[in-house]
């Protein structure tokens, strides 16, 4: 990867798998800071594909694996489930070289699966760009949704090879900051911060009947708003995450415990307690 200028693109070709909102946003950020050459999307509908190459944010597009065969740089945006399997057709059809990493919000499944190697010389370095939204689609996509954001990079156990380097300076060159992790202390880390989230705001949101949602205000807004998301990529995301899942959803029923204990024997000094700590730890959150 050479450094990029109007004239002289880092990439002569970048190809996106799943263009949605992650995808898309890539797309939208490559395009703006004048990355590469040639954005190719790759999806499964057709009609969706061309809307989104008519709107400029990308400039081929294809249902065909096979359109990524020239790109030095290949990102699999497609739900976790289908990462793996993704990556491995792609690197039957990829040129000698080239480097293929995903957006995926679980690591360890898809590392595991592909540990082995790929074909041909091609690379795999997972990825997971820590930033999204509730929304879905390439419409919603933002050339600025991952600056000053951080990306982590999982490299396979025993990969020695430089993709590393270049898929990090890939997420920093889109305004990312970079962090290597294993891949099982990734998804461990995850599982706190991002899927159990998740989780918490569903159960919340299941315990609101119709009848009551003009009593909702903002707190209860704001705390379900990730409820919203795409259940069947959450779905993936949990199965796939279930171990480390498991053992937060048991922190967080044990606090829980606590608190109802604390209320229940009307403990004020306890309760106070209990909510400073809490506090302190969302404020250093700024």
């Known amino acids: 990867m050479s450094a990029a200028s109007p004239d002289s693109p880092a990439y002569d070709s970048i190809a996106i798998v799943g263009v949605g909102l992650i995808g898309g946003s890539i797309a939208a950020a ?11 999307g790759i999806g499964r509908n057709r009609e969706r594909l061309d809307a989104a190459r008519a709107s400029g944010l ?16 290949v ?3 497609t739900p976790v489930g289908r990462i793996a399997a993704d990556v491995r057709e792609i690197a039957a059809r990829s040129r000698c070289g080239s480097t293929v ?45 991952f600056q000053d954001r951080l990306c982590v990079v999982t490299p396979c156990p025993n990969d020695c090879s430089a993709a590393a380097p270049f898929v990090e300076s890939f997420w920093q060159a889109i305004g990312m900051r970079t962090k290597r992790m294993s ?22 949101a299941s315990l609101l009947s119709e009848d009551l949602g003009d009593f909702t205000g903002s707190g209860f807004r704001d705390t379900t708003r990730i409820a919203a998301g795409d259940p069947n990529i959450w779905t993936g995301i949990f199965l796939q995450n279930a171990r480390h899942v498991d053992e937060h959803i048991g922190s967080l029923v044990a606090r829980l415990t606590q608190f109802r204990e604390l209320i229940a024997s009307q403990d004020e000094a ?7 700590a809490a506090k302190q730890h969302r404020d250093r959150l700024g």
Do not use: N, Y
Not at 58 to 73: N, R
């Open 30 to 40: 490559v395009k703006r800071r004048r990355l590469a050459r040639r954005v190719v």
């Open 58 to 73: 990308v400039d081929v597009v294809s249902v065909s694996m096979a359109a990524s065969e020239q790109s030095e740089l």
């Open 75 to 77: 990102i699999v945006c």
């Open 101 to 145: 990493t995903d957006a995926g919000s679980v690591k360890g499944a898809i590392c595991a699966d592909l540990a082995a190697g790929l074909p041909g010389g091609v690379s795999f370095v997972g990825s997971h760009p820590l930033a999204g939204s509730e929304k879905t689609g390439w419409e919603h996509a933002d050339a600025v949704l």
């Open 183 to 204: 891949p099982d202390e990734h998804d461990r880390v995850l599982a706190l911060t991002s899927h159990l989230p998740h989780a918490a705001a569903a159960a919340l």
């Open 270 to 276: 306890g309760l106070r307690a209990w909510l400073a």
